[in-house]
């Protein structure tokens, strides 16, 4: 067997067309502010891209590019002004943020309404409760968009994810309890990870080890998809070993080119439902 590629960039550019057209037809357009604190490369160059995949659907983006010394007042400031002017849809601050700043306290800062990010404990709460109103991490949806894309319903389903983070792990393991799979999450304490990797057939590699998840540990005919972003000897791989495994699952998600596209496209899909609930007299 040689599984079918899930192709990250075809599915994220089908769904940016349908975000445009959406777009297209509203009274305004909506608006995503970025907050970047310092001059971490790769943190500006996630931000520029943000900000390109937004404005190439019709939303406004700003990113607001304060000093690495900022201040967690200054910072508390800006966000409150952000949560109180009406054509500010969505806020998101760049992670990781400067050492000396409270990364806790400036996520909760933002107004639960306009957290597309979805990493305050207010919507980790909605989602944990599986209430639909939650706004939800933009990976995990990706995520959850691509397995039902490919696999349809996914009632039953037993789902294996390597890794228990706040960003991934723990709200991707939320979405697919809050849609019927089965779920067992790993992490780096588990015992006989391939043993239990071996039971699923949907596995989600979010671990960042490159390669690490092999051949001998996927039941045949698996669903994998492989979140994990890693540089070896300058290129980028996932955490599956993509070469061999494609060799026994049914869908496999190439790094890169797979769930990477999708996490920009969530992001903007959630900053229109951020703008419709609240201009709730254009929601249909
Ligand atoms: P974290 O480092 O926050 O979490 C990693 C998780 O993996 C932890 O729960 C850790 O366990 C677990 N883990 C680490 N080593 C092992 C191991 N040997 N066996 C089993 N579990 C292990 O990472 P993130 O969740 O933020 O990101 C995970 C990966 O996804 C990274 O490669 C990151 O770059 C990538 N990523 C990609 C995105 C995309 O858009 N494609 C977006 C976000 C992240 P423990 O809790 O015990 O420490």
């Given at each position: ?239 599956v070993d993509f070469d061999n495994v494609k ?38």
């Amino acid at each position: 067997m040689t599984a079918q590629i899930i192709d990250g960039k075809i599915m994220a550019q089908n769904l940016r067309d349908e975000l445009a057209q959406k777009v297209a037809h509203l009274p305004t357009s909506p608006y995503l502010a970025v907050v970047l604190v310092g001059n971490d490369e790769a943190s500006i160059i996630y931000d520029r891209n943000k900000q390109k995949a937004a404005e190439a659907i019709g939303m406004k983006c700003k990113i607001h590019h304060l000093p690495e010394e900022t201040t967690q007042n200054d910072l508390l400031q800006l966000i409150d002004n952000l949560n109180h002017d009406v054509l500010v849809n969505g806020i998101i601050v760049q992670m990781p943020l400067p050492k000396h700043l409270n990364s806790n306290e400036i996520v909760e800062s933002i107004d639960h309404a306009k957290d597309v990010d979805g990493f305050g404990i207010y919507n980790l709460g909605l989602l944990h409760a599986n209430d639909s109103s939650a706004m939800v991490a933009a990976t995990p949806q990706g995520v959850l968009y691509m397995l039902q894309h490919t696999l349809g319903n996914l009632t039953g389903k037993h789902a294996v994810i390597i890794g228990r983070s706040n960003i991934v792990g723990r709200p991707l393991a939320s979405l697919l309890l809050n849609n019927h799979c089965t779920v067992t999450i790993a992490h780096s304490k588990t015992v006989d990870l391939p043993s239990i990797v071996s039971k699923a057939d949907i596995v989600v590699a979010a671990c960042g080890v490159a390669k690490m998840v092999k051949k001998e540990w996927i039941k045949e005919g698996a669903t994998v998809i492989d979140v994990g972003i890693n540089r070896v000897d300058g290129k980028i791989c996932g955490d599956v070993d993509f070469d061999n495994v494609k060799e026994v699952a049914s869908y496999i998600t190439p790094v890169p080119g797979g769930v990477g596209p999708m996490t920009v496209t969530m992001l903007l899909n959630n900053t229109l439902r951020a703008y419709l609930n609240q201009n709730s007299s254009l929601k249909k």
